[in-house]
């Protein structure tokens, strides 16, 4: 892969990664993938704290709950975007030590209306410029030219064509 200032973008439901009955526990979670090295995940209302590694089973194949499918989708992804009146318009990062996962909150209605778009979307390998004026994409761009936006992802998202 090389670095992209015209990235490609996937959006992938998650429910379409999880195989048999749990599929449906991963309903409404959606990752963004941008030039196949970076994951934006926008996750259903998770609570606090969003990284308690503690309230998720042992071993992840046991995931039993919707809850337990966000806290993992949320742990794992390298930017997490997720409804929370209480912390809409901040952002957290993780105190986990061997995860750096950044948490951006959105209010309620604004999540409902980036879940709506990216249903809607449902593409694979479109660039971020013929996708700019969704509003999934757009906040999307924002995480990227945000200061919390760690340098290493960066590079494979603002490099020359």
């Known amino acids: ?16 990664e999880v195989d048999g009955p749990q599929a449906a526990l991963h309903e409404g979670i959606w990752d963004v993938l941008l030039n196949r090295m970076v994951t934006v995940s926008f996750v259903p ?5 969003v990284h308690d590694r503690a309230r998720s089973p042992a071993d992840l194949d046991e995931i039993a709950t919707e809850r337990q499918a966000r806290l993992e989708a949320a742990m794992f992804a390298d930017y997490t975007v997720t409804p929370n009146i209480e912390l809409a318009g901040r952002t957290t990062r993780s105190q986990n030590t061997s995860w750096r996962g950044l948490v951006f909150y959105v209010d309620p209605a604004e999540y409902a209306r980036l879940a709506a778009d990216l249903r809607a979307l449902d593409v694979v390998g479109a660039t971020v410029s013929e996708l700019r004026g969704h509003p999934a994409v757009d906040f999307v761009e924002r995480i990227v030219a945000s200061p919390e936006f760690a340098d290493e992802d960066a590079f494979w998202l603002r490099g020359e064509d």
Do not use: F, L
Request: charged share 35%; no cysteine.
């Open 1 to 16: 892969m090389t670095p992209k200032a015209d990235y490609p973008v996937e959006v992938r439901s998650r429910r379409w």
């Open 45 to 49: 209302d998770i609570g606090q704290p």
